[in-house]
């Protein structure tokens, strides 16, 4: 049955004690534990009805990013799990208000706006040095926090959207749309570029740029189209908005809002010094300008925007990041064939051990219905995408593996043999692992999914047989 959370209910060793805050993602609760001296948040994501499969990816991405991250402008990761299919994570409670608080009461003075734009840096500086983009950098997840000594600094929040440089990229693998918040997202995320931290910049500059005018520079766009005109519509210079805005100010906003990325600030660190050193801004044309663009200044950013190309930006961020090789086995977790389970395992762990640093990718295809729609919520009240990610960690767990070694992967397609197919060639995957069971007279009419997945995939496929076989079913 689902988990309905209240108030002295158990999660792992942890007890729910009151909720803090219910988003349009997830629920926050505060939680207690006897061996936890610090104050403690959980997070738990809503898995009901309706609920978009990428949220549920992207809780997953926070799952296995925030334990690899440390330092103070990130909460402490402590334990994460789930029960009765409800995922959970509970990380330290940091006190605080997020900027988000700070909007009703824009334009703020300038000093106050680099302040914090400095402090905001300084963190995603120390983001970065972890390997870390953060890709949803939005005044809701830029947290000020106090300490004893009155001394503020700036916590981030939310890693759903991350991307790792050493773990695997979850979102990028299952979806091919821009990710990221409508008013503060890169032009190059919205080309499906993930890898770049100065992307961080772009969307702190939307901030910085929303604190300092009371506006965001690029409204509250709700279609491809209107994500686009990032590309050759440049914001609003905000001194046209407030003349008392400072030149060394509007210079280090509209940097930060340049469309080529090799136009901005090249680290978050140096973005940090001119925000604390404004007396040392180098000016250029940026600082004087006072009105909108007109038809030929968009010309050019848009030819500068044009110029971007998403693979050459994805390839100059990745250099330096290595490439392990990529295996997927796809289970079928209906089939009900204990020896076929047995002989799968077998071979993905001899498949694993001997290749140096391989990476496992679990991978189920949720069937959907062709025509109409159907409930994600089964008979026992559970989401079926949840339970499959669950029933997927349980089927890997004899493996053994590190977590940053296995990922878990819920499809959902009506056609199963053209999911794993295409997320084969989507993710660039080297050799696929997957069951097979006996011939039917329907199968060899109408061709098995191994059969179609073995002729048509652009890597290596294995196809595993057990001696005994306990279903016709495919993965």
């Known amino acids: 049955m689902p988990l309905h959370p209240r108030p002295g209910l158990s999660i792992g060793e942890f007890t729910l004690v009151e909720p803090l805050r219910a988003g349009g993602m997830a629920t926050l609760w505060r939680v207690s534990h006897p061996r936890q001296a610090f104050p403690l948040l959980a997070k738990l994501p809503h898995v009901g009805y309706g609920e978009d499969v990428s949220r549920i990816v992207s809780f997953e991405v926070e799952r296995m990013l925030m334990p690899s991250l440390s330092g103070p402008h990130v909460p402490r990761f402590v334990a994460s799990g789930e029960v009765d299919d409800q995922p959970w994570i509970v990380m330290e409670f940091v006190s605080g208000e997020t900027l988000l608080s700070l909007l009703d009461a824009s334009p703020l003075p300038p000093?106050?706006?680099?302040?914090?734009?400095?402090?905001?840096?300084?963190a995603l500086d120390d983001l970065h040095r972890q390997h870390v983009v953060h890709l949803d950098v939005k005044p809701g997840n830029l947290l000020v926090h106090a300490d004893a000594q009155g001394r503020e600094r700036i916590v981030l929040l939310d890693f759903g959207l991350s991307h790792h440089a050493h773990l695997p990229d979850l979102l990028a693998e299952q979806f091919r749309v821009p990710m990221g918040t409508a008013p503060y997202i890169a032009p190059e995320q919205v080309l499906g570029v993930r890898n770049d931290?100065?992307?961080?910049?772009?969307?702190?500059?939307?901030?910085?740029?929303?604190?300092?005018?009371?506006?965001?520079?690029?409204?509250?766009?709700?279609?491809?189209?209107?994500?686009?005109?990032r590309f050759y519509r440049a914001p609003v210079p905000p001194r046209a908005l407030q003349p008392g805005i400072p030149r060394w100010l509007q210079e280090i906003i509209l940097r930060c809002?340049?469309?080529?990325?090799?136009?901005?600030?090249?680290?978050?660190?140096?973005?940090?010094?001119?925000?604390?050193?404004?007396?040392?801004?180098?000016?250029?044309?940026?600082?004087?300008?006072?009105?909108?663009?007109?038809?030929?200044?968009?010309?050019?950013?848009?030819?500068?925007?044009?110029?971007?190309?998403?693979?050459?930006?994805?390839?100059?961020?990745?250099?330096?990041?290595?490439?392990?090789?990529?295996?997927?086995?796809?289970?079928?977790?209906?089939?009900?064939?204990?020896?076929?389970?047995a002989?799968?395992?077998?071979?993905?762990?001899?498949?694993v051990e001997t290749t140096a640093h391989a990476r496992l990718a679990c991978v189920t295809v949720l069937r959907t219905p062709r025509i109409g729609m159907e409930t994600n919520i089964d008979a026992e009240g559970r989401n079926r995408h949840v339970k499959r990610l669950v029933a997927l960690r349980h089927w890997a767990r004899p493996l053994a593996l590190p977590e940053h070694?296995?990922?878990?992967?819920?499809?959902?397609?009506?056609?199963?043999?053209?999911?794993i197919i295409d997320y084969a060639r989507n993710n660039a995957i080297d050799h696929i692992v997957m069951g097979a069971r006996g011939v039917t007279g329907v199968r060899r009419l109408l061709g098995s999914v191994s059969a179609r997945v073995v002729a048509e995939a652009n890597c290596t496929t294995t196809v595993v047989r057990a001696a005994r076989h306990g279903s016709d079913q495919e993965p």
């Open 197 to 229: 931290p100065r992307s961080d910049l772009f969307a702190l500059g939307a901030t910085l740029y929303y604190l300092a005018t009371g506006e965001t520079p690029f409204g509250a766009p709700t279609s491809d189209s209107g994500l686009k005109r």
């Open 405 to 419: 070694r296995v990922t878990y992967h819920v499809l959902e397609s009506t056609d199963v043999a053209q999911a």
């Open 111 to 122: 000093e106050r706006v680099a302040a914090l734009g400095a402090l905001a840096a300084l």
């Open 257 to 341: 809002l340049e469309v080529d990325p090799d136009a901005r600030y090249p680290t978050a660190a140096q973005l940090a010094f001119d925000l604390q050193h404004p007396e040392q801004v180098a000016l250029t044309e940026r600082a004087e300008r006072t009105r909108d663009d007109g038809a030929f200044d968009a010309v050019k950013r848009w030819l500068r925007g044009f110029r971007l190309d998403a693979e050459e930006l994805r390839a100059k961020r990745a250099r330096d990041e290595a490439r392990p090789p990529l295996i997927v086995v796809a289970v079928d977790l209906k089939q009900g064939d204990g020896a076929l389970d």
């Open 343 to 351: 002989a799968l395992l077998d071979v993905v762990r001899r498949i």
